[in-house]
């Protein structure tokens, strides 16, 4: 394990090295370390020698932040803040109790409803939610007629029109 020294015997030309402005680099820095990376993985991930992380990860500044937002974190996990993103949004969990309720209304309707059109219209909602929906594809059907049918039908068609104008 490298020996860390403080501050007071640190070279000036290692000190000229600290950052003197927080950047995006940085902050991502900070978020690794607090996730549990090591130095050399830090390095890795974001593209720069492991010495230079070092530097960056021992400045006053990203000590200072550092602190500031794990500071930040715990008071979010321990304050329960955290219970909001566990828990959902209570609306969506207030429309999802509504819809079981819902479910209960139709089951309580195809179980012992009046009429069988109310049962069966309950049963096709509850199909139809569910991804079954009826078929409505209509069937075409022909029919062949022959001369000797032709000609009843007719037969038939004349003594209604007869009988209605009598």
Do not use: C
Request: no cysteine.
């Amino acid at each position: 394990m490298p020996e860390v020294k403080p501050r007071e015997l640190k070279a000036e030309s290692s000190l000229a090295l600290e950052p003197d402005r927080m950047t995006s680099k940085i902050q991502l820095i900070i978020a690794l370390d607090i996730a549990g990376y090591n130095g050399n993985q830090i390095a890795s991930n974001v593209d720069l020698t492991p010495g230079r992380v070092s530097i960056i990860r021992n400045s006053p500044m990203y000590l200072q932040e550092r602190e500031r937002r794990w500071s930040e974190l715990q008071e979010q996990v321990v304050g329960k803040k955290s219970d909001k993103i566990v828990s959902g949004d209570p609306v969506e969990n207030r429309i999802k109790d509504l819809a079981l309720r819902a479910v209960g209304v139709y089951e309580k309707i195809i179980e012992s409803g009046k009429s069988e059109f109310a049962q069966k219209q309950a049963a096709d909602s509850v199909l139809d939610r569910a991804g079954y929906k009826a078929h409505t594809d209509k069937t075409i059907l022909s029919v062949e007629v022959t001369e000797k049918m032709a000609d009843r039908f007719e037969r038939v068609l004349k003594r209604t029109t007869i009988t209605k104008e009598s």
